[in-house]
């Protein structure tokens, strides 16, 4: 099978893969660019811990085709730190123990980042309505809740 | 919210601490905020292979025929294993504590005892390509009688569910089908109690159904090692485990892991380690074993189904005046770590009550349904479940507050319990007044001043009564299974001298005898089933493994075989020889019983 070469902008930097036609996004992004950040759960769209943003928008990158990603802004969770300052999410998902064994960790961080990039000041059901895609089997939900709630009044949330 | 109740319990604690109570930040918090940590799947390694498993469709059938040939041929294919492959084909996890016998194969032999079971190792290029090839296995099965239920495993004539445990149950101590917990005499408490209330309940398996599946990469390191990024939860357990299966040293293999993407007892079964190690040693490469979604949820192990029977007596004043118990633990096919399920149980019990007459007999069943594990609080969750209900039922019965039912009967400081053990640093009281308060229950005045620092161990509270004892239960005895009192301990005796009597006869109730049973042993090469289409030539396996020594059981994984008893000795027969029986180090309770 032929290989097809594909770019995109991974967390700002261009990219480029030579990708198979059917392989996922969260395939070429873990195996070909090394970003381990989005993980592999159902590969069903049903947990969520593969989101990473396209333009902006939350996506499961376990159903994404990486052709379809040609030319487009592609964010995962690996990219959300500025060096070494955190983005307010993340400063919050520590401050108020968000994570147990963290592996839904990164999926939850990219929705919650899709909604207070649209949305700065959301309402506590706005949070939980924006990462019901997004399973947490250690059931912490309280303080992700908690803790995006809590980074939606941080300053410096919309940085550039 | 976290609210230290600092009011309670003031003199028994320190607070000169310098963790406990403050807000400490996590070592492993910064990686998972950043996606830096790193998950047994992310890691990266060149020319990685990807090893699937063909299951059984089957709850019970024994296998005629294996085919590889078409799957051995398959585009990317570059290894098919199938049972003969492993070097120790049959291992039990608690093994590696001297717990029970080998009783569950890696790749299935010549019978398949679940559903989902393994047979045959697909190893492949890619993932897609050990997909389609596991399509191309051609396994002929011929079904046999299955049994899905606790009890019905145990009535004579079941079908076998697991040729090593004939009978359908675990053989505890070499001698009784079940764990034994006898205090006071329950028969009389019966009778004279003002009501008995008995009550089935039950649990059904559940999976743990963690984000992150079970999986491991095995890849071959310097020096004849292997490293192996694991999900393990217990990651020296599956090393063990891995070791043994394949057949070397421990310090020939490199375990990485403790980053585990929810476990919740689900991932102390080495369900790939072993598989993927081997994978990595017949090819020479990187091997990636992963179950998937549906893998994972149908036959990743699932927290054991329970039934359990409870009979109370109970006094029109609200006393518990006894308790009996009777309790079935669903191993599923195979044994894992139901065994230590039961134990736990039977420590557990008979709640945190203090009740003059306990007895308990609590069964390890199999079942041909998947094999279950450790799931939080596993043997214990259940039986709390039970005993709440049965206690909620009790204050229904007793016309009680169920709080203040609860108040009436918890375990005080200096209580007996029927393990023999004085009960301490009790808080059931001060749990249920706090709940009560929570709650907004009324509870009364006398509730309120109850406390667990007193009342406790008063009059016969603290006392070990006499204790009928029984013969129920013995292996291969069934004329033992309903048996009546065999004799009664004096008051106050706090243990009992290990029997050095043999108790296994062997075949009263037309099954095999547990100890004929012989240890696996790689079917001669002679003997018809099952019957493999001839391989084809396989590419030479690549070098760098040095081929270990044959693997040679090793003496004291086993207890001696089983002899005839000698006539009833005066002096005891020496027994240097019996293998120290692995409970021991589980519990306290048992340590002295051998």
């Known amino acids: 099978m032929a290989k097809i070469p594909v770019q995109f902008r991974l967390n700002g930097t261009d990219r480029a893969a030579f990708v198979n036609a059917p392989e996922t996004l969260l395939n070429t992004l873990r195996r070909s660019l090394g970003d381990f950040a989005p993980k592999y759960g159902c590969g069903q769209g049903a947990c969520g811990v593969c989101t990473v943003l396209i333009d902006g928008e939350p996506h499961l990158s376990c159903l994404t085709l990486s052709i379809a990603c040609e030319g487009r802004q592609v964010e995962t969770a690996s990219g959300m730190a500025d060096g070494p300052d955190l983005h307010p999410l993340q400063a919050q998902f520590m401050e108020h123990f968000a994570a147990q064994c963290g592996f839904c960790t990164p999926g939850m961080l990219t929705s919650a980042r899709a909604l207070l990039d649209k949305n700065p000041n959301p309402t506590r059901d706005e949070v939980i309505e924006a990462i019901s895609g997004n399973i947490c089997r250690c059931t912490g939900y309280e303080p992700i809740v908690t803790a995006i709630l809590a980074a939606a009044g941080s300053p410096g949330l919309r940085r550039a | ?594």
Request: proline fraction near 10%.
């Open chain 2, 1 to 594: 919210m976290l609210e230290l109740r600092k009011d309670l319990f003031a003199d028994e604690r320190d607070d000169n601490l310098n963790v406990v109570g403050k807000g400490i930040q996590r070592q492993d918090m910064p990686g998972h905020v950043t996606g830096l940590t790193r998950y047994f799947d992310d890691h990266a390694f060149d020319g990685m292979l990807h090893l699937k498993v063909v299951r059984s469709p089957h709850a019970s059938a024994r296998i005629r025929s294996i085919d590889v040939s078409a799957a051995a041929r398959a585009p990317g294919v570059k290894r098919v294993l199938r049972a003969a492959d492993v070097p120790v084909n049959k291992n039990t996890l608690l093994s590696l504590i001297n717990f029970g016998k080998d009783d569950e194969p890696s790749l299935a032999v010549d019978k398949v005892h679940y559903k989902g079971e393994p047979v045959v190792a697909i190893i492949a290029e890619t993932e897609a390509q050990a997909l389609a090839a596991r399509k191309l296995v051609r396994i002929d099965y011929e079904p046999m009688p299955a049994v899905f239920d606790v009890e019905e495993a145990l009535k004579p004539g079941a079908p076998v569910v697991n040729e090593t445990y004939p009978a359908n149950y675990f053989e505890y101590h070499e001698r009784f089908d079940h764990q034994k917990l006898r205090f006071g005499d329950v028969e009389r408490a019966l009778a004279g109690a003002d009501m008995v209330l008995e009550h089935r309940y039950q649990m059904s398996p559940i999976e743990h159904a963690p984000t992150e599946t079970n999986g491991s990469i095995a890849a071959p390191e310097q020096n004849g090692r292997f490293v192996v990024h694991s999900c393990a939860q217990g990651l020296f357990f599956a090393l063990g485990t891995a070791a043994k299966i394949v057949a070397v040293e421990s310090n020939r293999l490199h375990f990485i892991g403790g980053t585990v993407g929810g476990g919740f007892g689900g991932k102390v079964d080495s369900l790939t380690e072993p598989l993927a190690v081997l994978g990595a040693m017949v090819t020479g490469r990187p091997v990636r074993f992963v179950l998937d979604r549906e893998e994972e949820m149908l036959y990743g192990s699932p927290r054991g189904a329970e039934r359990i029977y409870i009979k109370d007596g109970l006094m029109r004043d609200g006393r518990i005046v006894a308790r009996q118990i009777r309790s079935y633990f669903d191993a599923g096919a195979y044994t894992r770590l139901s065994s230590y399920a039961a134990i736990k149980c039977t420590a557990h019990l008979p709640g945190p009550y203090w009740i003059p007459n306990v007895s308990s007999d609590v069964h390890v069943a199999y079942t041909n349904r998947c094999p279950s594990t450790a799931m939080r609080g596993f043997g214990i969750t259940a039986v709390d479940f039970a005993l709440e209900v049965q206690m909620d039922r009790l204050a229904e019965a007793a016309a009680m507050d169920p709080m203040e039912f609860r108040l009436l009967n918890a375990y005080r400081d200096g209580d007996m319990k029927p393990h023999r053990r004085k009960a301490s640093n009790t808080a059931l009281i001060e749990c249920v007044q706090v709940a009560a308060e929570k709650a907004n229950w009324p509870i009364s005045e006398q509730g309120k001043r109850q406390s667990s620092l007193a009342g406790g161990g008063a009059g016969e509270r603290s006392q070990i009564p006499a204790t009928v004892l029984d013969a129920r239960g013995q292996i291969g005895r069934p004329d033992t299974r309903n048996a009546g009192p065999t004799q009664t301990l004096p008051a106050g005796t706090s243990r009992i001298a290990p029997s050095k009597q043999p108790v296994m006869e062997g075949a009263r109730d037309g099954r095999a005898a547990p100890t004929q049973v012989p240890r696996y042993e790689a079917p001669p090469a002679t003997v018809a089933p099952p019957t493999y289409a001839a391989q084809p030539a396989y590419p030479p396996p690549p070098p760098p493994y040095q081929a270990p020594p044959p693997y040679q059981p090793v003496a004291g994984q086993q207890p001696p075989p089983y002899q005839p008893p000698p006539a009833p000795p005066s002096p005891a027969p020496a027994p240097a020889t019996q293998t120290q029986h692995g409970a021991v180090r589980f519990s306290s309770v048992f340590g002295r019983r051998r």
